[in-house]
């Protein structure tokens, strides 16, 4: 059974740092995608930040760029997103998801979310 899961969320204030973690069991990370997701109440969920499978390209939303960084360990099955500067409006839950690359249909794999609540 496949499962991500997402940790290190919780309350910061505004201009303070988070990191979070997915860890994934039941599949390898090396031939995935990995992409960080956030909803807030009445958004839809966005892409925030997204790591090819070797890590040899990222892509991050304008809203983040230059604030957040995503990385991989593949040996550890392990996705991370370093969170800095952070704004009220970056609160959301924090979504992993998991691509296969190359496969049709697609086969993805989501994590539970993490909550992140940036306040004063």
């Known amino acids: 059974q496949v499962q991500l899961v997402e940790s290190g969320g919780g309350l910061v204030q505004p201009g303070g740092s988070l990191r979070l973690s997915c860890v994934a069991s039941g599949v390898t990370l090396s031939s995935y995608a990995m992409s960080w997701y956030r909803q807030s109440p009445g958004k839809e969920r966005e892409l925030v930040a997204a790591v090819s499978p070797t890590s040899d390209n990222t892509e991050y939303a304008a809203s983040v760029e230059g604030r957040f960084t995503i990385s991989r360990d593949n040996a550890r099955n392990t996705v991370a997103l370093e969170m800095n500067s952070l704004k009220p409006e970056d609160t959301a839950i924090y979504y992993c998801?998991?691509?296969?690359?190359?496969?049709?249909?697609?086969?993805?794999?989501w994590g539970q979310g993490t909550q992140v609540t940036v306040s004063s």
């Open positions: 998801k998991a691509i296969l690359i190359g496969k049709w249909p697609p086969v993805e794999y």
